[in-house]
């Protein structure tokens, strides 16, 4: 039997399966329940605030050289001592987090974490088409969908919980319990296919490499190109190593007969659909839950935990559509449940852009995140299941692992890069902003004065003339404030954009790509 031949579907089976489901959770959780609480962690081990970013794109970046890696392990390992490994790593990992000392160490292991649970997000994919019958897809997509939508939105809730009750070490130490017994119940319940070691000889390493300097400089480049205007030695150096090691990257994938990355799969029409709306999806997804802790945070000045409170109804909403979802799937045009959905996201991420001025308590601000948060949490189980069946239909059993690989690295590279985005647009274009309401309100006009939140009636519309130093003073953190509002706003904008431009996707999908099997 291959290490992805399909069993019969038993209780053990779904009992191994559930295990895995909350393996992969505890992954995906990590990145928010950490994001909550950057700043006391920053703190606790004096970390430079240019290098805090770190330790969040340094789990995600790991992630992403992880996943296409799990196709050929699974091979090597079968899909049951794969994850076994993986949640084992990942455990220990967290462990070391939670043990550090100073920010280096933490940024290290925190890589590591991120390596290890990359491996544990396209093996449950993966299972939901190898280990469980046809029939049962539908249900364990939505089982797995539901897992790895609603964990990063409890999570700013969650790390600030356990930040402000216990200390910052417990945003780790939480994994240690569930994932020893995860480990156990795997390796009792999952019996999948046989290990095949000699296969780790043909992964190609040199490849591997090339793929992390590539992602680790593209990265950097959009988190430090900006602030250089893109010019500069610095600059340049970087985005040739990025340019030169990416075209190496992508050349050794389609030219390879066992390549790190098989690109060749995105010749397959639905696939390559399905991957770059998983892209649009990560970017969506981990980029509105960042802007909105960001912009509830630091700008708005709220508790961890009332930001938990706030971005919670988004995981409420999710969790009351996922059936409807799972039962419209069955009965609806995937095409229509596609557009549906990214339209609906889409709506409520410019919802957001709106709403970003909105009152700065927490009911104000409770009140402006809800509808926004109630479409995009509707939203995502809409975009997700279809998708994934877009993506993943077809494949024989031995190509599923690769498969599910890709297209779950489209999502967290979305994530990544989608982030890396926000923070070029906040660092740039608050600056540019603040200047520009200086510039107005020193020539009179009420609308900027109005933004900032000064009386209009004091604004004629002409120069203002020597403003003294107390009011500079005074007005200075008033601008600040606002500028950064306004670079919120253009941030949840251009998410809304890139999702009204999946949209554009809908006319390439076939109904015989999305329609789900029949249940006999």
């Known amino acids: 039997m291959s290490s992805t031949a399909k069993t019969p579907s038993t209780a053990s089976t779904w009992i191994g399966y559930v295990a895995m489901c909350v393996g992969m959770f505890m992954a995906i959780l990590d990145i928010q329940v950490v994001a909550s609480s950057l700043a006391?962690?920053?703190k606790a081990l004096a970390i430079p605030a240019d290098r805090i970013s770190w330790i969040q794109t340094g789990y995600l970046m790991a992630e992403?050289?992880?996943?296409?890696?799990?196709g050929m392990l699974t091979?090597?390992?079968s899909l049951r001592w794969l994850f076994v490994i993986a949640i084992a790593g990942f455990t220990l990992s967290s462990l070391g987090c939670a043990f550090s000392t100073s920010g280096d160490p933490l940024i290290a292991i925190r890589v590591v974490q991120g390596f290890f649970g990359g491996m544990l997000i396209p093996a449950v994919f993966t299972s939901v088409f190898t280990i469980l019958p046809r029939k049962h897809e539908i249900l364990a997509t939505?089982?797995?969908?539901v897992f790895a939508m609603v964990a990063p939105t409890i999570g700013?809730?969650?790390?600030?919980?356990?930040t402000q009750h216990y200390s910052w070490h417990w945003?780790?130490?939480i994994n240690i319990a569930p994932g020893i017994l995860v480990a156990l119940t795997v390796a009792i319940f999952i019996r999948t296919g046989k290990s095949d070691l000699s296969l780790l000889k043909k992964i190609d390493y040199g490849t591997v490499l090339l793929a992390a300097i590539f992602l680790g400089t593209l990265e950097l480049l959009l988190k430090k190109a900006p602030e250089y205007h893109w010019t500069g030695n610095f600059v340049y150096a970087l985005g040739a190593i990025c340019a030169v090691t990416g075209t190496l990257t992508i050349y050794f994938c389609l030219t390879r007969p066992r390549p790190f990355v098989d690109l060749r799969r995105f010749r397959r029409g639905p696939f390559a659909v399905g991957c770059v709306l998983s892209f649009i999806l990560g970017m969506g997804l981990y980029g509105s839950t960042y802007v909105g802790a960001v912009l509830l945070g630091p700008i708005r000045g709220h508790a961890p935990l009332e930001i938990g409170a706030i971005m919670m109804v988004a995981g409420i909403a999710q969790l009351i559509a996922a059936p409807l979802a799972a039962l419209a799937e069955s009965r609806v045009d995937g095409r229509a449940m596609v557009g549906l959905g990214y339209g609906l996201f889409a709506i409520g991420l410019f919802l957001n852009a709106g709403l970003a001025t909105a009152g700065s308590t927490y009911v104000a601000d409770y009140n402006a995140f809800f509808w926004p948060q109630i479409l995009r949490g509707v939203a995502i189980m809409l975009c997700i299941l279809p998708t994934t069946r877009l993506a993943m239909e077809g494949w024989k059993p031995e190509d599923a692992a690769d498969a599910s690989g890709l297209f779950n690295?489209?999502?967290?590279?979305?994530?990544a890069i989608g982030i890396a985005v926000i923070d070029t647009i906040l660092q740039q274009r608050t600056p540019q902003i603040a200047t520009s309401l200086a510039n107005r309100l020193q020539h009179g006009d009420p609308l900027a004065a109005a933004i900032v939140g000064l009386p209009t009636e004091a604004f004629h519309g002409q120069n203002m003339g020597t403003v003294d130093a107390a009011t500079r003073a005074a007005i200075e953190p008033m601008i600040r404030n606002a500028a950064a509002i306004q670079s919120f706003n253009e941030a949840w904008m251009v998410l809304g954009v890139l999702f009204v431009l999946a949209l554009l996707a809908v006319p390439f999908i076939r109904a015989a790509d999305v329609a789900p099997p029949k249940v006999i």
């Open 40 to 42: 006391v962690v920053q």
């Open 142 to 145: 939505t089982m797995a969908g």
């Open 75 to 77: 091979r090597a390992l």
């Open 156 to 162: 700013p809730y969650v790390g600030g919980w356990l």
């Open 409 to 415: 690295l489209m999502r967290n590279l979305g994530g």
């Open 64 to 70: 992403v050289i992880a996943i296409p890696l799990t």
């Open 171 to 173: 945003i780790f130490l």
